[in-house]
């Protein structure tokens, strides 16, 4: 199971909120294979991964975006490599 | 009185730190005539799923949500204002 953790503002800002929408939608093409969640910034889980921009995504408690909005085909990219990883 | 909520995230984004100084701006303009709530990080919560937003900043002015996403310049805060009833 790979794990996508979103941290962004509570409540979230547009641009958290669209990374995570993104995030949940390669999620939905992976079924099974994908958890993706939505975290504050701040809180004792940002504090593990130095979260100093929003939205930060984290894949498999790597951080792999700061501050963007990526795009779906980017955090696919990303999560295949990990499934590849895996494997 | 109007009543206005200003929903902010924390950590604030540009929007958000934008739209409380707005809100302060504007509860000194109309004192006495429009009651501004602040309501930032955790404490907006409660009103944010309420009001069913899915996006801070938020503004709703009595319980009806005027503005979502973005930081409302002035003029469009106005409006808002006058069809709340100010």
Do not use: W
């Not at chain 1, 949940?24 to 004792?44: C, D, F, M, R, T």
């Amino acid at each position: 199971m790979i794990t996508v953790k979103v941290f962004g503002t509570q409540p979230p800002c547009v641009k958290c909120r669209e990374l995570t929408k993104r995030a949940n939608k390669i999620a939905g093409k992976y079924p099974g294979q994908i958890e993706v969640k939505h975290l504050a910034a701040l809180s004792s889980e940002g504090d593990k991964y130095g979260i100093i921009l929003t939205p930060t995504l984290v894949v498999n408690d790597k951080v792999v975006s700061v501050g963007k909005v990526l795009s779906e085909d980017d955090i696919e990219k990303i999560v295949k490599k990990q499934m590849e990883v895996k494997n | 009185m109007v009543k206005m909520e200003v929903l902010s995230g924390d950590p604030p984004c540009p929007g958000c730190v934008a739209i409380l100084a707005l809100a302060d701006e504007f509860a000194e303009k109309y004192k006495g005539r429009l009651e501004v709530v602040k309501l930032v990080g955790s404490e907006a919560i409660p009103k944010f799923e309420q009001y069913k937003l899915g996006c801070v900043p938020a503004v709703v002015i009595n319980e009806k949500i005027r503005i979502e996403g973005i930081c409302p310049t002035r003029k469009m805060l106005e409006s808002a204002l006058r069809e709340g009833g100010l």
